[in-house]
Structures are given as C-alpha cells and as structure tokens.
C-alpha cells in the first residue's frame, strides 16, 4: 500500500480485518490538498454506492417489523408515486435491480444542472415521472440509483421519519457508527477528506457540486473504514438488527449479472489458495471518491478501501478493485507484482501542460529509470484517450509510433495505430495493417482480436483510397 501511495495509485485509507483481528489498517495521502491536511483512519470519505448495502439492511429491518412486504408493489407504501413501474415494480425487485426502473443517467439534464438543485423526497418522486422502464418488472436485470433512492422514500414513508435520523437510530448508533452519517451538503465536519478528480491533461481538479438528495439510498453515506467493519460485522457475523432468515435474503444470489446480486451486495465466488470461498462485496464511487468493501465469508475476512481521488483518465490508475484483488493474494500466500510509478500518466500530464515535444523528451528519460514502467497496454491507453476523449490526433499519433517501437509485434498497438493513421497516411496505415494480418497468424494470443483482424482485412481490400489501393 506504501508502494502505491508513493507511485500515486492511492491516496485514502485501508483496513483489513479477519475476525475480531486487525491485519493492516493505514491511512495515505491527504484530506485536504489545498492545505495539505493528512488522511487519518478516522477520515470520512462517501462510499458512494456502498450506501445500497446500508438501504437494503434498513429495508429488511422494517419488513422484519411488519411494516413492509418484501412482495409487495411501490405504490403500497407510496401511493402518490406515479413514476415507471408505479404498481408493477415490487420491493424484491427493486433489491435486487430487477425492477426496470432505470439508473440516474435517466432523469433529463440531471449531469448538466438538476444534479446541483436540492430536491425534498417529493420533489425526487416528481422528477422520476420523467423517466421510464427499461423492460417489463422481473425480465431482466438494470443496475439502478433511482431504486434505492426510491426504497430510501418508502422507508421514510412508513416510518414518518427522515432517512438520515432512520439510519442513525435504526443501524448507526445501535452499532456504535459514531463517525458515520447521510451526508448533508451544508454540514461542517472536521474530520471529512474533501474528494478530488484527477484527470489526465490537468492533474488534480475539485469535482463539481453535487446535491446529494439525489443518491440519499443510492449512495450518499459518509463513513470511515472502521465504522464500515463495525457494519460487515454486523451483516456477516453478529446479525442483531433483524432476523437471521432476512439476513440470508440480504446473501441470497437472486439474479446473475456479470456476479450475482443479493440485495445490497454483489456475490462471486473465488479461490486463491484453491478453497473455493464465497466473495461478498460491493463498490461505490461518487464525484471525488471511491470505495470498496469486500467480505471473503469462509475466512471471515474483511478489505475495506476509501479514497478520495477519483481518476477521470484511466491512464496509470490502480482501481479499488484491483488492490483488493492483490490484498486477497497476499493473505493467500501469493507474490505481488511490485508496483512502479507509470509513465504514460506522467507523460499525459505533460502533454496538457507543456506540449508533446516535452512530453517525448520525458518519455526517453523516464524509460530509463527502474522506479517507472510502461507497456504496450499503457501506449494503447494514452494513446487511446488522447485522440478520443481529449481529440489530439497528433499527439496521439506520436505516442502509437512510440509504442510500436517498443513493442512492435503488440497487436493492439498495430491496429489502433492504422486506425488512427488512416487519412492522415495511407501508405504507413496500410503497413500496419499488413503487420496485423501477420501477427493474427503467427500468434494464438491474438485470436482474441478476430473482430479487429477482420477489419484489417477489409481495409486491406478497400479501393477508396489510394495508398489502400496500391496506388
């Protein structure tokens, strides 16, 4: 973890827990950039969609006191709601994303401008009127934001209490969650790590603002990582809050996406030291930060990462997921790749701050260094975001042709370059394209690009234009 912070792949907090036993918890970085205040471990980060897990635990709480029929339809508890779904949808699907009901991406202008306004629940029921079912209830699986969000209104509907208060009363204060709230924008905390985006021109930025009574289900809980312990504790172990049998719908796989979704969680299964063990987990990610919490059940063991920068780019990032993947090797006995600062981050970085001639420059020294790296995957990923993203087709060019002298039978590399080449120069395009076909024969790895391969080909035969042509 030391090793990522100082190559800039983390910044933010870590617990690792197996049992009543802390393995490791460290924090890294900072929690205020501007005035260079440290993360603590008992910083507050969002946890971004992680919050489902704590909205399904509240649902199932309530059913448990009879207030909610898990089978029953939304409007049964909010009859004013008259959004997609309105007497179709049940709670079970809506747990389980099964109900149709789309995810916030939906509602119109909310990235442009309503994601800024602050909307009370029935204000948010009035907005969800504008979107519309994804497939018919029960047919089909829709990862959604708008469900939780509207679970989180049912709660307060049943109860007559705000989901704030529900949650410190009902599962915050009973678990001793001291540092743990629904985030309030206007909310003075001392202790809240401010999120920041990086991205891949420009370096660290503030994210925009964003109202959060538009993931108050979905994803707006502010918690460290040793509240969120004392939480799986209480999922996976001690199970106080409400009866065993609803617990186990909580872990029940109901439906397959790419893993299988209980309510609240996601469940795979895996097997690192060749024990198959159930991996109960999920992510979270809002402007500014991005969380983690994983559950490896058979060993009791608990990952729990908080970060407060969140990348824009995918240049150079070590995502949460992919720590916790090495952490999950390290327990197992495994050997871990050692981490290296990445080149082609640097060199983005560069490129939006001083031209591509010195970012070249910066490429040939840096190459050098045995504290950085870079690979063919890394030239595909820069190159890849700065002619589509950033629309720097020159400076794109220039980081394809530096791959390909590194690593000149990549076939990525080859391909995306003619891709990038052509109308530009033909004659090179065409070349690249040869190269493809023959890599494509002369190594089975690259059977995986048949879609790739065939294009090539096609180009190849292209009379349109006249380098493609043999003219």
């Known amino acids: 973890m030391t090793s990522y912070y100082r190559c800039g792949q983390f910044n933010g907090a870590i617990l690792v827990k197996k049992g009543p036993d802390v393995l490791y918890a460290k924090a890294f970085g900072l929690a205020d950039r501007q005035w260079n205040v440290k993360n603590t471990l008992d910083s507050k980060f969002l946890i971004g969609s992680v919050s489902k897990s704590y909205t399904a635990l509240m649902v199932l709480i309530l059913a448990g006191e009879g207030l909610i029929d898990l089978n029953a339809t939304l409007n049964t508890y909010i009859p004013q709601y008259d959004g997609p779904g309105k007497d179709r949808v049940t709670i079970h699907q809506m747990l389980t994303h099964t109900s149709g009901i789309p995810d916030h991406g939906a509602i119109p202008d909310l990235s442009k401008k309503r994601v800024r306004w602050i909307y009370d629940s029935d204000q948010y029921l009035e907005l969800v009127k504008e979107t519309s079912l994804k497939f018919e209830p029960g047919t089909g699986f829709q990862y959604s934001g708008i469900a939780y969000n509207l679970l989180a209104i049912m709660c307060e509907k ?52 964003i109202s959060m009574d538009h993931c108050k289900g979905s994803g707006g809980i502010l918690s460290t990582v040793e509240d969120m312990a004392k939480f799986n504790h209480e999922c996976f172990t001690a199970q106080t809050l409400t009866s065993k049998a609803l617990y186990q719908k909580m872990f029940t796989p109901h439906v397959k996406d790419w893993q299988y979704y209980g309510y609240g969680w996601w469940i795979d299964t895996i097997a690192p030291d060749g024990k198959k063990k159930t991996l109960i987990s999920h992510g979270g990610s809002t402007d500014g930060y991005k969380a983690y919490s994983t559950r490896i059940v058979e060993d009791q063991t608990d990952i729990i990462i908080l970060e407060n920068d969140y990348f824009r780019t995918d240049v150079g990032v070590k995502w949460c997921y992919d720590i916790t993947d090495d952490i999950i090797d390290i327990l197992a006995g495994r050997d871990v790749p050692e981490a290296k600062r990445s080149i082609a981050k640097a060199v983005g970085l560069t490129i939006g701050q001083a031209g591509i001639e010195r970012a070249m420059a910066q490429l040939s020294l840096l190459k050098k260094k045995d504290d950085y790296r870079i690979g063919a995957p890394d030239y595909y990923t820069l190159a890849s975001e700065l002619d589509n993203k950033h629309h720097l087709k020159q400076e794109s060019i220039r980081i394809w042709e530096a791959g390909l002298a590194d690593f000149p039978d990549d076939f990525r590399l080859n391909y995306y370059c003619a891709e990038t080449l052509r109308g530009v120069d033909d004659a090179k395009a065409l070349a690249l394209y040869k190269n493809c076909v023959r890599l494509y024969s002369s190594d089975e790895k690259n059977k995986r690009f048949a879609e790739e391969y065939e294009k090539a080909v096609s180009a190849l035969k292209e009379p349109t234009t006249s380098a493609l042509s043999g003219r």
């Open 158 to 209: 049943v109860t007559h209490k705000g989901f704030a208060e529900l949650l410190k009363q009902r599962i915050f204060a009973p678990l001793r969650m001291d540092d743990t709230t629904l985030n309030n924008n206007l909310a003075l905390d001392p202790k809240r790590a401010f999120g920041y985006e990086y991205y891949l021109l420009e370096g660290y930025k503030l994210p925009a603002y």
